[in-house]
């Protein structure tokens, strides 16, 4: 989050002055684009309450003006890319169709980075397994902040972001200096676009659909066991294989993961994505079963990633 707030990079793509050149630039670049793609993989895990992404993205769009937005606009852009994210409803974390989000009482005061109470103090909405990271984050946010974004609604924002997309193409016909980014106004629009189709959804009475209007719809398959019981212990295989067999008709499918039994031990795990490649038309039995590995992922998993499941 520094390195992406440093004045030292420029938003115009037509820079008066150099600030590197050749190989420098290249490397500058290069630690940008890394600082923001972390930022966007990390984002969700240390904002994790609806909360507190409202609050951070209205401090940052108080802080962002046409004038000056060195630092700001980097930082805004990976905040806006992580909103882009398809898993994450903004009418869940955006007031589109609540009232404002304002702070309760208990996080208007002066919060201390020694407030582990955590649950108590966030909206009731905002469910979360980290209290003391959320009141850790809470904390950041007003002293970082300052509170600039306070009391702003869903109007406050929109017409901030219509700022963001409009303003530039007005810079553009005129030859003049641009003040936003190409890819804050990019993620901007993307923003736009994802609220508009959520309150379409909402106003055509479909609310059911909604979870797949602005995001892949999560399919998954039957569990293979029709009863559990939490007082037995389960063999783990002893490193023996298990398949779960899928077929798909269509491209763009996306496989998100799969579902394990946890326990109170800790677990290594190995994924492995297999595609078929033998043809669905040939019928010699030499050239079946041919089995090519896409993909190949190992880590381990305890009782604590398994809480609500």
């Not at 050149?21 to 670049?29: A, C, P, T, W, Y």
């Not at 930022?39 to 992404?53: I, M, N, R, S």
Request: net charge negative.
């Amino acid at each position: 989050k520094q390195i992406l707030a440093d004045t030292s990079t420029r938003c115009d793509p037509r820079p008066v002055g150099i600030i590197a050149v050749g190989s420098n630039k290249r490397l500058v670049e290069q630690i940008m684009s890394e600082c923001h793609e972390t930022f966007v993989a990390c984002f969700h895990g240390f904002y994790p309450t609806a909360y507190l992404k409202w609050t951070a993205l209205c401090d940052l769009l108080a802080c962002i003006n046409k004038k000056n937005n060195k630092g700001v606009d980097q930082l805004l852009t990976s905040m806006l890319a992580s909103l882009r994210c398809p898993s994450i409803r903004l009418r869940s974390t955006f007031p589109i169709l609540s009232p404002n989000m304002d702070a309760p009482d208990s996080l208007k005061k002066q919060l201390s980075p020694s407030d582990n109470s955590g649950l108590p103090m966030m909206p009731c909405i905002d469910t979360h397994h980290y209290p003391i990271l959320v009141e850790q984050m809470s904390y950041r946010s007003q002293v970082e902040g300052g509170g600039s974004g306070n009391g702003w609604a869903l109007r406050d924002v929109l017409d901030r972001l219509l700022d963001i997309v409009t303003i530039p193409v007005k810079e553009n016909l005129y030859d003049a200096p641009l003040s936003y980014s190409y890819k804050l106004s990019f993620n901007a629009c993307h923003i736009l676009s994802r609220i508009v189709a959520e309150l379409a959804i909402f106003a055509s009475g479909t609310t059911d659909d909604m979870d797949g209007a602005c995001g892949r719809i999560l399919q998954a398959t039957p569990s293979r066991f029709t009863r559990t019981n939490q007082s037995r212990t389960w063999n783990t295989g002893n490193g023996s294989p298990d398949a779960i067999c899928i077929s798909v008709d269509r491209p763009g499918v996306v496989i998100a993961g799969v579902g394990v039994y946890g326990g109170v031990g800790s677990y290594d795990y190995e994924l492995e994505i297999l595609d078929d490649a033998s043809s669905s038309t040939s019928y010699d039995p030499t050239h079946t079963q041919r089995w090519n590995s896409l993909q190949v992922t190992r880590g381990s998993f305890g009782p604590e990633d398994c809480l609500a499941d």
